[in-house]
């Protein structure tokens, strides 16, 4: 959908359809002229109650040629003094959704005349393009219509504002692109595919030979399993500007990438399994905002890690029991084959520590446990960094990509002693949550690090108000606000 500004009044621009934002305990005040012209029939409809401005609440009415619009459509944002940037994310989402699946409605505007500074306009128009997408790609007959144009209705400059929303939706659409193809075609050569067709952006695929050389026998052992060769794929952004220039080392972002997790060995139940082509979710949310960041110019060096595998019980699969050496000379005890996120992690953290990077994020679909806890409403977040815990949550709050905090005692240390090896990849159910997390922990060393578990939000099977069905997309909006408000 093309965005455009036009300083335009309301009811003298030409469109399918009008958006106008209504707090709840406003109404139409700032629609007068929109209201006269159409015999007060919308002031009507609020006395009546038929809307109420409550929050994500749409309705729709058509104008019969008395303003320019065909049609107004009213958007609740709720009560004036609990205005925050979700909900109008949310409204948007409802009412470019409603208009996309109506007849007869291609070009829309929205109407900004209600818009005051606690509650930014941009989250609306946020809302209204993510929820706009639409996975298609397998579907004989795509009959589904789109939008053609948005036009935005405001005297102000919008230019960097719609650069920053085109590229976060187009990062967006690439991470949810990327988790809803299904394993058959999204395979770690895919995905190193993916990788390589980014503009601005160095990529080196490290071969299982090279992996092998480098000694990353975790990561290798989560690929033994299947035909599809792993691909640990190295992405490498360069910031523009004097800030840059001052960044002494790189912000590496590393994604769980495991194409498909059939558990391996230690297979999992067949109910729900086909879901497990979300696993690479991590990897495509570092995609997502790698793309969007250098779309961007931002001023940040970044690395990106993808460690591809497919998690298949084949002939040459790994076993419970065997014992594998990582990238940093600590060897582990594979217990359960299905706990094969942090052995590949294990080793992209090791990788990336070796660089001394000014921090590690790494954001996997790692537990079950994950959505025991939480839920689909916040990924867990662990660290060792309370300044990039800090920053972390900064972000977290300006996307309401919400993250909550667990804890890393040292004792959970003891759950993932290995009487045969210096570590074992489970713990047992118990805390298993953060028992994956403080394994990852061992790998970082002295980085700065942080690990997102975002296996419960990675993945709707509801639509939700800007989320519709299937991947959400989720990290890449919280990683580019985190690298946004970086400072060198
Ligand atoms: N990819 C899964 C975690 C997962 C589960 C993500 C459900 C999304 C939805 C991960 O590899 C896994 O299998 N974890 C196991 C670990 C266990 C064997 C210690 C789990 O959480 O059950
Ligand atoms: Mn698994
Ligand atoms: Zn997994």
């Known amino acids: 959908m093309k965005i455009a500004v036009r300083d335009a009044k309301d009811a003298d621009f030409s469109c399918d359809a009008l958006v106008l934002p209504v707090f709840e305990d406003e109404g139409l005040a700032p629609y007068g002229e929109i209201d006269r012209r159409l015999d007060n029939l919308p002031s009507k409809m609020m006395a009546d109650g038929e809307f109420r401005g409550r929050p994500a609440e749409v309705f729709l009415l058509h104008t019969y040629g008395k303003v320019k619009p065909s049609r107004v459509l009213f958007a609740g944002l709720g009560k004036k003094g609990e205005a925050s940037g979700e909900k109008a994310r949310r409204a948007g989402g409802k009412a470019a959704s409603y208009l996309r699946d109506l007849r007869g409605t291609n070009d829309i505007a929205l109407s900004t005349s209600n818009f005051s500074r606690t509650l930014p306009q941009e989250d609306f128009v946020e809302g209204m393009l993510l929820s706009l997408y639409r996975f298609g790609a ?15 209705l405001s005297a102000q400059d919008w230019k960097e504002r719609i650069r920053w929303l085109e590229e976060v939706e187009a990062g967006t ?74 960044q002494k080392a790189p912000v590496v972002l590393i994604g769980k990438s495991i194409t498909f997790d059939s558990g391996g060995i230690s297979i999992k139940p067949g109910e729900g399994m086909e879901k497990m082509k979300y696993d690479m979710a991590g990897g495509a949310a ?124 040292d004792e959970y240390k003891e759950y993932i002693e290995s009487d045969a090896a210096d570590l074992k990849n489970t713990g047992g159910r118990s805390g298993s949550l953060v028992t994956a997390g403080y394994f990852l922990k061992e790998f970082a060393g002295n980085t700065p690090w942080v690990h997102l578990d975002i296996a419960s939000t990675a993945w709707t099977d509801k639509d939700k108000a800007y989320l519709p069905k299937g991947a959400t997309g989720i990290g890449v909006r919280l990683l580019l606000s985190f690298l946004k408000n970086l400072r060198a």
């Open 173 to 246: 659409r690439l991470a949810r692109d990327l988790v809803n193809t299904p394993a058959n075609d999204l395979t770690p050569s895919a995905l190193a595919e993916a990788a390589l067709s980014l503009k601005k952006v160095k990529v080196k695929v490290i071969e299982k030979k090279e992996a092998e050389k480098l000694g990353m026998g975790a990561y290798l052992s989560v690929a033994r399993g299947s035909h599809e060769p792993p691909k640990f794929i190295v992405l490498t952004y360069e910031g523009q500007g004097e800030k840059a220039k001052n």
């Open 286 to 409: 570092v995609l997502g905002a790698m793309k969007a960041a250098s779309g961007l110019d931002m001023p940040v060096d970044v690395t990106g890690i993808l460690p591809a595998a497919e998690n298949l019980p084949g002939g040459s699969a790994s076993r419970p029991g065997d014992i594998v050496k990582t990238i940093t000379g600590k060897t582990v005890e594979i217990i359960n084959t299905d706990a094969e996120g942090r052995l590949a992690l294990a080793d992209a953290i090791g990788y990336a520590a070796r660089s001394n990077p000014k921090a590690i994020i790494d954001v996997a679909t790692l537990t079950g446990a994950c959505s025991i806890a939480l839920g689909n409403e916040a990924m867990a977040m662990m660290g060792n960094d309370e300044e990039l815990i800090g920053a972390i949550t900064a972000a977290s709050e300006e996307t309401n990509e919400r993250v909550w905090r667990m804890p890393l005692y």
């Open 138 to 152: 397998y579907k004989k007959e795509e009959n589904e219509k789109g939008l053609r144009s948005l036009t935005v």
